[in-house]
């Protein structure tokens, strides 16, 4: 149960803030300096057991007028990160996301960004469906966008791969997904677009064999219950494919969770970790958003069989907890000019977004996070001190997270967040931004190295 009194206290204890320093895309472009965020973002544990100690470097821009960044780290250190940026996109045949993507590339730890620029006419690849290094050094990545193949049952997507640490790339490659009753059709997207096409999404894992697994978003046919606040978007569920050929072919494995009543959209954008360490080595791990609470599946036989779902609350973030805040925000307007409707829940309660996670060499879990109160209120009104970016940290596999840090509390932010470990162990980069859609507000990537210890007796 949460106590917000012990929240309260823990809100006070700081984390030691280390400098780095770091030149963007901008100031390599131009030679001038680069804008440097105007207020320092402070994480601050909100619960801790006392036996890790995290250690920030300094928040520094990487990409200007960037949200929702995508991220890898390479066994060289080599940083890729993508978001996306204000511009349309170019025209093309093919679903792509209703904003251009920019890359950026760091070689030297975060110090120097270079962009990689678009082919004239060409969206390029979407790296919000997966981007990972293979045993051999190989780098991989799918576009997110899974479309409708030339016959049922059948996903066409496009595979990127580079084998000098993305200095070239070669892609699209055309691959194929077996999946039987997809549906392809029926939904918009939450911006309401039609939306054509099943989402791969965060991580691709490889096993010991060499198979690759990763997690696909969408439907299966029968699936056609509304979002509660988007009646045209249908809720998805979050299912798993598998590849033995580097990606060229993937295969439906089994749907890990759908349930029609939970949340307001389904079960989507989750993300897939491997535990090699522990009592359960091989287990994987699933974390997925709903559009309102976040949940968990595991599975202990490489992906065949999972776990019922479950609400994962980490450190006491009910979103329902509306009682919390409600005095706050009785008397805000949306930008409809409508006072919050107090018995709608859909806009009273909060949301966790986007999770990220992943297994560092020492065998600690790390989880990324982000929070909205409320769920839609929270862009005119970000101040309500849960809504922010998150980062948990669990010392036993999974089964609790007993460390957990804000990164941003009460500032504007999509709340979407990217975590990669270095080829120093337990040497985290995180990324997120600070800012939103809306016109004439600022919007930037920014980023900063996380490092873990134990604490000292």
Not at 16 to 24: M, R
Request: charged share 20%; with cysteine.
């Amino acid at each position: 149960m949460f106590k917000p009194a012990r929240l309260t206290l823990l809100l006070c204890v700081s984390i030691l803030i280390s400098a780095t320093f770091s030149v963007s895309a901008a100031e390599e472009a131009t030679g001038t300096e680069a804008p440097i965020p105007a207020k320092q973002n402070v994480p601050t544990f909100i619960q801790s057991d006392g036996a890790l100690r995290l250690s920030f470097g300094e928040e520094h821009l990487i990409l200007p007028r960037g949200l929702q960044p995508s991220l890898l780290c390479t066994r060289a250190g080599t940083l890729i990160l993508q978001a996306q940026l204000p511009q349309k996109p170019f025209p093309s045949k093919r679903i792509s996301y209703p904003y251009a993507l920019g890359t950026e590339v760091s070689r030297d730890g975060g110090k120097h960004w270079t962009n990689i620029p678009l082919k004239p006419g060409v969206n390029g690849l979407d790296m919000e469906g997966g981007i990972t290094q293979l045993h051999d050094g190989t780098i991989i990545a799918l576009d997110t966008f899974i479309t409708p193949g030339d016959r049922p049952g059948v996903g066409m997507g496009q595979l990127y791969a580079s084998k000098d640490e993305w200095k070239s790339v070669q892609g699209p490659i055309n691959v194929e997904f077996d999946l039987p009753n997809a549906k392809f059709t029926g939904s918009t997207d939450d911006g309401g677009r039609p939306h054509a096409a099943h989402r791969a999404h965060r991580r691709i894992l490889e096993l010991p064999n060499g198979d690759l697994l990763t997690t696909l978003y969408g439907w299966l046919q029968g699936d056609a219950t509304p979002s509660t606040y988007a009646p045209k978007m249908m809720k998805t569920r979050v299912m798993l494919v598998r590849s033995s050929d580097r990606g060229r072919h993937w295969h439906f494995v089994v749907t890990v969770a759908c349930d029609p009543s939970v949340g307001t959209e389904g079960f989507g954008e989750a993300v897939l970790c491997r535990v090699s360490n522990g009592p359960h080595p091989g287990r994987l791990l699933c974390l997925m958003r709903t559009g309102r609470n976040l949940y968990q599946s595991r599975s202990d036989d490489e992906g065949r069989m999972w776990s019922s779902p479950r609400e994962l609350v980490i450190a006491g973030l009910d979103v329902n907890r509306t009682d919390l805040w409600i005095e706050h925000f009785r008397k805000f307007k949306d930008f409809h000019g409508k006072l919050l409707d107090e018995h709608n829940l859909d806009e009273l309660r909060g949301a966790v977004v986007d999770p990220d996670l992943i297994e560092l060499r020492s065998g600690l879990l790390v989880a990324a996070f982000g929070v909205r109160v409320p769920q839609k209120l929270c862009w005119q009104h970000p101040e309500f001190p849960w809504n922010g970016t998150y980062i948990a940290v669990s010392s036993d596999h999974g089964e609790t997270w007993a460390n957990v840090v804000r990164i941003t509390s009460g500032v504007l932010t999509t709340h979407y967040m990217a975590i990669e470990e270095s080829p120093t162990n337990n040497r985290l980069y995180i990324t997120y931004d600070l800012g939103g859609w809306s016109r004439g507000m600022r919007r930037d990537i920014v980023g900063r190295w996380l490092d873990i210890s134990l604490a000292k007796p």
